[in-house]
């Protein structure tokens, strides 16, 4: 089984450390949600495990290979496919090409195409011309097109209604369970993330403070609560990590 590793990761924007000392596992087939308020890190986080941010210490891996700080290019031959908080699609471009694009080298990108039956009705539709859900389906396709073996997915419910969100995570979920692929979440629907997560950890100022089954979290939800809280008990009940 494929694995995305994390060990004793610091990371930040020049010489500043927004993030210590994290170690987490993300295993083929398996969804991890990562949780925190604003500004915990989750961002910058996902940007140095893809590379686009050098590491301050620590390494990222896959299976046991550590790649490369801040090569991003590293990261995608490794599998490693970020979909961005904004989106980043080619709007002035429809739905076939912005997935043409990041799927040149892809055979057949049919099946990708089948978890989303919205974009096949949208199919020569810009994507600047698509909801803000269908632009979201639009963003995951086009990661999908690539073959990644771990997707990292940052805030996707960003300005979408329960309903959508609701529907897009249970897609997530497929994706793991049909493909192999391993999905790192960011998301800020805490309930519904860990409803169809296998693990999750929450980042509070930069630092784990609580990690474990997504059941155990969501049949505790004063532990979540006081994470978010940066509570000492929480932050000292957390001595473990996924």
Not at 209 to 215: C, E, F, I, K, N
Request: proline share 4%; charged share 15%.
């Amino acid at each position: 089984m494929t694995l995305l590793s994390c060990t004793g990761l610091s990371c930040g924007h020049g010489k500043v450390t927004v993030v210590r000392d994290v170690c987490l596992d993300v295993r083929g087939g398996s969804v991890v949600s990562l949780l925190g308020p604003n500004g915990a890190g989750k961002t910058t986080l996902l940007s140095t495990i893809v590379g686009l941010l050098p590491s301050l210490r620590g390494e990222v891996s896959v299976d046991g290979q550590a790649l490369p700080s801040g090569k991003p290019s590293a990261a995608n031959r490794a599998g490693v496919v970020l979909v961005p908080d904004d989106r980043a699609l080619f709007t002035p471009l429809t739905v076939q090409q912005n997935l043409a694009v990041a799927g040149a080298r892809a055979s057949n990108s049919d099946d990708i195409i089948d978890l989303f039956p919205a974009l096949r009705r949208r199919w020569q539709v810009t994507a600047g011309a698509l909801s803000g859900g269908e632009q979201q389906m639009l963003a995951v396709a086009r990661a999908l097109v690539q073959r990644p073996r771990f997707l990292l997915i940052d805030e996707m419910s960003l300005g979408l209604a329960p309903i959508i969100v609701d529907e897009l995570l249970s897609t997530v979920r497929t994706i793991a369970d049909e493909t192999g692929v391993g999905v790192l979440l960011v998301e800020q629907h805490i309930s519904l993330a860990l409803q169809i997560a296998d693990t999750a950890i929450v980042l509070v100022q930069g630092a784990v403070v609580l990690a474990g089954s997504a059941a155990e979290l969501a049949a505790a939800p004063e532990r979540l609560e006081a994470a978010y809280l940066g509570s000492a008990v929480a932050v000292a009940s957390a001595a473990r990590t996924i």
